[in-house]
Antibody, heavy 121, light 107 residues
């Protein structure tokens, strides 16, 4: 079955960086893209950006431009999301989700289980 | 950016009743590029509906979506105990944005 499995919880200090992984299985990785969505505690969903596993094209949410980088390793069917210069308001559960290969304008299905990133001094 | 406003914020109903959730967009959503998700506590969201009215694989037919332009609706025809959760709409016609969610709780 199609599955996305994310890396474990992280605790980081303000100003540090975090890199979350998302390993895909059950489908042809390069036929789709991966979007990243985060959810602050008790809050709604925020789209962060998208990467095409087909050609590596990316599109990032404007508010995160310059702080986020999304990459893929097609040899291991794994996507990565790195967020730099962490602030306390980056504390959230970070989800990866499968989406279209050719555009970031798509629905998300399925989702990974989520990775809690806590930013605290 | 298209802003999605969901209503009501909280909906209190009993099992067996019909639920109607609304999602209104600040401008027209092109090609009905609207999806609905269900999220239970401690779990990732699950896709229910895409393209405003197409059910995702494995989703029971008591879930249905409708609407176009700026007004969209998710209807659950007869509530089952497992349907009580938070529901989000997402538009993907112009970037990607989510509504703030509707909490469906047991009355």
């Amino acid at each position: 079955q199609v599955q996305l499995v994310q890396s474990g919880a992280e605790v980081k200090k303000p100003g540090a960086s975090v890199k979350v992984s998302c390993k895909a299985s059950g489908y042809t990785f390069t036929s789709y893209g991966i979007s990243w969505v985060r959810q602050a505690p008790g809050q709604g969903l925020e789209w962060m950006g998208w990467i095409s596993a087909y050609n590596g094209n990316t599109n990032y949410a404007q508010k995160l431009q310059g702080r986020v980088t999304m990459t893929t390793d097609t040899s291991t069917s794994t996507a990565y999301m790195e967020l730099r210069s962490l602030r306390s308001d980056d504390t959230a559960v970070y989800y990866c989700a499968r989406s279209a290969a050719g555009t970031w304008l798509d629905w998300f299905d399925p989702w990974g289980q989520g990775t809690l990133v806590t930013v605290s001094s | 950016e298209i802003v999605l406003t969901q209503s009501p914020g909280t909906l209190s109903l009993s099992p067996g009743e019909r639920a109607t959730l609304s999602c209104r967009a600040s401008q027209s959503v092109s090609s009905s590029y609207l999806a609905w998700y269900q999220q239970k506590p401690g779990q990732a969201p699950r896709l229910l509906i895409y393209g405003a009215s197409s059910r995702a694989t494995g989703i029971p037919d008591r879930f249905s979506g409708s609407g176009s332009g700026t007004d969209f609706t998710l209807t659950i025809s007869r509530l089952e105990p497992e349907d009580f959760a938070v529901y989000y709409c997402q538009q993907y016609g112009s970037s990607n944005t989510f509504g703030q969610g509707t909490k469906l709780e047991i009355k």
